[in-house]
């Protein structure tokens, strides 16, 4: 790589440090992380999505999967910063996503169906129809089991990849919201602030303890502890569920999930990041643009290769693109008139055959 590559790079994808960050996720799409165990939170990015509800690591911690309620997936490779819409499932009432111990990625609807993906998102099958109704959250168990929870508190459970389901045990709510797992126990959460441990893998269940907050949204690990957070972005923290301590806040309303980078996965390695990084995008410039004007694009290449340039609007649609040209490693500058748009946010894709970046653009009148 040249000296002048390496340094655009450097200055216009700086790659964030991963190890042990939480993330929080408000249904509008933007993706706050913390790397002081939830104590202070910034921005990460924001995704061209309005109804955003799950969020979890892939098979590496820079990997990580996100899921709208309208089935469409998306997936970043370094962290969340960038993202790109790699699948979908066919549903409107999707509630949650899932990594399984072999790395396959799990998405869960309200109304109990359960998609597959073994290709990291691309294509998803139906894998289940579980026998409840009204879905909240789905976890995988320390020895590898699947649990679905339903709002009202019944705990399903797999033993065979999710194949097939049955009814474990019940905790009498009616505003359950998260199941995850820590260690060797599971916990559940409720709106209300209720927080409930299973020692023996759902089969029974005890109170643990009580937030002193409504609205509780999600629940997560947080390295060897617990995370919670509500849905107005006041994040609380936990050794085992019981004594709770209020932390930090993301400052957002309609915080919908929150999640680690931590892989729960069983024998999958890390994958090497030689090819995660291979292209750097700066801002597209001007932005804002004039509706009609022109973008000026500059971006860098590790290695040659095929660069395609899409743009979408904030509902995920595409509204224009160039065809996709061969460009030799080295930096790159290139002009793209934009025919007239409607004022508003809207954001730049750029795709290689090893990885996509994007950036947000502003269109005005």
Same mark, same amino acid.
């Given at each position: 790589m040249t000296r002048a590559i390496a340094c655009l790079?450097?200055?216009?994808?700086?790659?964030?440090?991963?190890?042990?960050?939480l993330f929080a996720l408000v249904d509008t799409g933007e993706l706050y992380v913390s790397s002081d165990q939830g104590t202070t939170w910034d921005v990460r990015s924001t995704l061209p999505v309005s109804d955003a509800v799950g969020l979890m690591a892939g098979t590496t911690s820079a990997r990580l999967f996100l899921a709208s309620a309208s089935g469409m997936v998306y997936r970043s490779l370094n962290a969340g910063v960038n993202w790109t819409a790699i699948g979908s499932v066919s549903s409107d009432?999707? *509630?949650? @996503?899932?990594?399984?111990?072999? %790395?396959? /990625?799990?998405? $869960?609807?309200?109304? !109990?169906?359960?998609? +597959? =993906? &073994?290709?990291?998102?691309?294509?998803?099958?139906?894998?289940?129809?579980?026998?409840?109704?009204?879905? *909240?959250? @789905?976890?995988?168990?320390?020895? %590898?089991? /699947?649990?679905? $929870?339903?709002?009202? !508190?019944?705990?399903? +459970? =797999? &033993?065979d990849d999710g194949v097939s389901w049955s009814v474990k045990s019940a905790i009498p709510v009616s505003d359950a919201v998260s199941i995850r797992n820590l260690q060797t126990s599971l916990y559940v959460l409720t709106n209300a602030?209720?927080?409930?441990?299973?020692?023996?893998?759902?089969?029974?269940?005890?109170?643990?303890?009580?937030?002193?907050?409504?609205?509780?949204r999600a629940l997560t690990q947080n390295v060897d502890r617990l995370a919670a957070v509500t849905s107005e972005g006041e994040v609380a923290s936990s050794p085992d569920g019981s004594a709770w301590t209020w932390i930090g806040a993301v400052n957002q309303l309609n915080v919908?999930?929150?999640?680690?980078?931590?892989?729960?996965?069983?024998?999958?390695?890390?994958?090497?990041?030689?090819?995660?990084?291979?292209?750097?995008?700066?801002?597209?410039?001007?932005?804002?643009?004039?509706?009609?004007?022109?973008?000026?694009?500059?971006?860098?290449?590790?290695?040659?290769?095929?660069v395609t340039l899409r743009l979408f609007d904030v509902q995920g649609r595409e509204v224009s693109a160039l065809e996709s040209a061969a460009f030799d490693a080295g930096e790159h500058e290139l002009t793209w008139p934009i025919r007239s748009l409607s004022s508003g946010l809207y954001f730049l894709q750029l795709s290689t055959s090893h990885a996509n970046r994007s950036a947000t653009l502003t269109v005005l009148n």
């Open positions: 790079l450097c200055l216009l994808f700086a790659s964030p440090a991963v190890a042990h960050s009432d999707v *509630v949650d @996503l899932g990594i399984r111990s072999d %790395g396959a /990625l799990l998405v $869960l609807s309200e109304s !109990g169906t359960l998609w +597959e =993906s &073994t290709d990291q998102g691309v294509n998803f099958s139906v894998l289940a129809a579980l026998t409840g109704s009204n879905f *909240v959250s @789905l976890a995988v168990g320390n020895t %590898g089991s /699947l649990y679905a $929870l339903t709002r009202t !508190g019944e705990i399903e +459970e =797999s &033993t602030g209720l927080v409930f441990q299973s020692a023996n893998a759902g089969t029974s269940w005890v109170t643990a303890g009580t937030l002193s907050q409504v609205h509780m919908i999930a929150l999640a680690n980078d931590t892989p729960y996965v069983i024998g999958v390695p890390e994958e090497p990041p030689s090819v995660t990084l291979p292209i750097a995008l700066a801002p597209p410039a001007p932005n804002p643009l004039r509706a009609g004007g022109s973008l000026s694009i500059r971006f860098a290449l590790n290695v040659g290769d095929r």
